[in-house]
C-alpha cells in the first residue's frame, strides 16, 4: 500500500517569493492534515480536511498561507510570499476516520523549505 | 488541551529494554494516551496508544498507571534503528492531537 506522498522533497526559495507543496494521502482517506514542524519541536497542525471542507484552519496564518483540497483527494499548500521564519518542514498526514482520538495518523516525509 | 511531560533525551544500549517516560497528571476520562516516533529525516509514525488498560502490538508495548496520571514505553530490544523522537500525546474524542517536544532516544551499539 502506497503511503501519503508529499512533493517536493526540499525547496530553497528567496524571502517575498511565493511556494507551494503538494500531498497525496493515502487512498480512502478522508482526513487530511498539514503540520509545520520547526527545527527542534514537534509537529503542529496547520490545517485539517474533512473531505473537502477544511474543519480547523484556527493555526493556519491565513495572511501568507492557503491551502486546498479539491475533490478530496489531493492537497496544496501555499505560502505567498514566504518570510525567513517560514523555514521548516511541512509535513501533511492522512487519516480514515473522524474520531480523532483513536485515528491513527500517517505521515509523509515532508517537505523541508528554506528561505533565503 | 491536556499536556504530557517527557524526558528531553534518554539512551540505551542496543538489545537492552527501554522505558520510555510520561507524565500526563490533567489526563480526562475520555484522553487517549498515544505514542508516535519520528526517525531522523522522516515524518511521525504510529506506535501504539491506549485507554486504560496496558496494550502491546509488534512495536512496542504500552504500561499504563491505575490512576492514568502517567504511561511508559517500552521497547523490549532496543535496536539501532529504534533511535527516534519518541511522542507522548493525549487525544480525546474529535480532537486533533497536540505533538510537543518528545524525548530523542539514543541508541548506542
Known amino acids: 500500500e502506497a503511503g501519503v506522498v508529499q512533493s517536493p522533497r526540499y525547496k530553497i526559495i528567496e524571502k517575498k517569493q511565493p511556494v507551494a507543496f503538494w500531498c497525496n494521502p493515502i487512498s480512502g482517506h478522508n482526513t487530511l492534515y498539514w503540520y509545520r514542524q520547526n527545527l527542534g519541536q514537534g509537529p503542529e497542525l496547520l490545517i485539517r480536511y474533512e473531505n473537502e471542507e477544511a474543519v480547523d484552519d484556527s493555526q493556519l496564518p491565513k495572511d501568507r498561507f492557503s491551502a486546498e483540497r479539491l475533490k478530496g483527494v489531493d492537497s496544496t499548500l501555499k505560502i505567498q510570499p514566504a518570510e525567513l521564519g517560514d523555514s521548516a518542514v511541512y509535513l501533511c498526514?492522512?487519516?480514515?476516520?473522524?474520531?480523532?482520538?483513536?485515528?491513527?495518523?500517517?505521515f509523509g516525509p515532508g517537505t523541508r523549505l528554506t528561505v533565503l | 488541551d491536556a499536556k504530557t511531560t517527557q524526558p528531553n533525551s534518554m539512551e540505551s544500549n542496543e538489545e537492552e529494554p527501554v522505558h520510555l517516560p510520561c507524565n500526563h497528571s490533567t489526563i480526562s476520562g475520555t484522553d487517549y494516551i498515544h505514542w508516535y516516533r519520528q526517525l531522523p529525516s522522516q515524518g511521525p509514525e504510529y506506535v501504539i496508544h491506549g485507554l486504560t488498560s496496558n496494550v502491546n502490538n509488534r512495536m512496542a508495548s504500552l504500561a499504563i498507571a491505575e490512576d492514568r496520571k502517567s504511561s511508559t514505553l517500552i521497547l523490549h530490544r532496543a535496536t539501532l534503528r529504534d533511535a527516534a523522537v519518541y511522542y507522548c500525546?493525549?487525544?480525546?474524542?474529535?480532537?486533533?492531537?497536540?505533538f510537543g517536544k518528545g524525548t530523542m532516544l539514543l541508541v548506542s551499539p
Open positions: 500525546i493525549l487525544g480525546s474524542g474529535y480532537s486533533t492531537l497536540t
Open positions: 498526514a492522512s487519516s480514515s476516520g473522524r474520531i480523532y482520538s483513536t485515528d491513527t495518523q500517517y
